[in-house]
T-cell receptor, first 116, second 112 residues
Framework: NAGVTQTPKFRILKIGQSMTLQCTQD?????MYWYRQDPGMGLKLIYY???????DKGEVPNGYNVSRSTTEDFPLRLELAAPSQTSVYFC???????????????FGPGTRLLVL | GQQLNQSPQSMFIQEGEDVSMNCTSS?????WLWYKQDPGEGPVLLIA?????ELTSNGRLTAQFGITRKDSFLNISASIPSDVGIYFC????????????FGTGTRLTIIP
């Protein structure tokens, strides 16, 4: 298993450009997440998905959109890039069933985004 | 949004020393997790705690779930160079609740 993979690893955008950060997991996990990590800070949840076709906002969703058409893929889209979106973006996945969740989130290697 | 308070923010220690760090919250969490992040990588789960008062070990790592459910501690014994990285705590409020709240991280540097 490759686990959680993310592409690209690094990208520079100009203000106002758009791009899609790709995330794929091959562990058949139902839950997937997108986080951003700013320098010296912990991770903040942008969006998450509990299964194909279902997405919900996290703590900092403004300026982002997601879709979950398949179990494996959870792309994150930036429509109008802004300097405040300069960050490292991590995708994660987990398997949750029922109410007793022995949850372990598996993280991808991250995408570093610089908006100039 | 809430983030958990971790201390210390950074540590500089010599190889072989023991390390202690903690994470506190103003509200209760029912699950505590400790992650390690190597430079340029995503976080990797080290230890998960599911019961108040629980003490769990993973090799040289030991973590405890505070009795009040508002804090957790991570200890690393006999540190080695590969322990370098950023350690994050994360809390989960409810069983089955998918969202994690992350701490601000403790950066560990080991002096040879």
């Amino acid at each position: 298993n490759a686990g959680v993979t993310q592409t690209p690893k690094f990208r520079i955008l100009k203000i106002g450009q758009s791009m899609t950060l790709q995330c794929t997991q091959d562990m058949n996990h139902n839950y997937m997440y997108w986080y951003r990590q700013d320098p010296g800070m912990g991770l903040k949840l942008i969006y998450y998905s509990v299964g194909a076709g279902i997405t919900d906002k996290g703590e900092v969703p403004n300026g982002y959109n997601v879709s979950r058409s398949t179990t494996e893929d959870f792309p994150l889209r930036l429509e109008l890039a802004a300097p405040s979106q300069t960050s490292v973006y991590f995708c994660a996945s987990s398997y949750i069933a029922g109410t007793i969740a022995q949850e372990t989130q598996y993280f991808g290697p991250g995408t570093r985004l610089l908006v100039l | 949004g809430q983030q958990l308070n971790q201390s210390p923010q950074s540590m500089f220690i010599q190889e072989g020393e023991d390390v202690s760090m903690n994470c506190t919250s103003s509200s209760i969490f029912n699950t505590w997790l400790w992650y390690k992040q190597d430079p340029g990588e995503g976080p990797v789960l080290l230890i998960a705690l599911y019961k108040a008062g629980e003490l769990t070990s993973n090799g040289r790592l030991t973590a405890q779930f505070g009795i009040t459910r508002k804090d957790s501690f991570l200890n690393i014994s006999a540190s080695i160079p590969s322990d370098v990285g950023i350690y994050f705590c994360a809390g989960q409020r409810n069983f089955g609740n998918e969202k994690l709240t992350f701490g601000t991280g403790t950066r560990l540097t080991i002096i040879p």
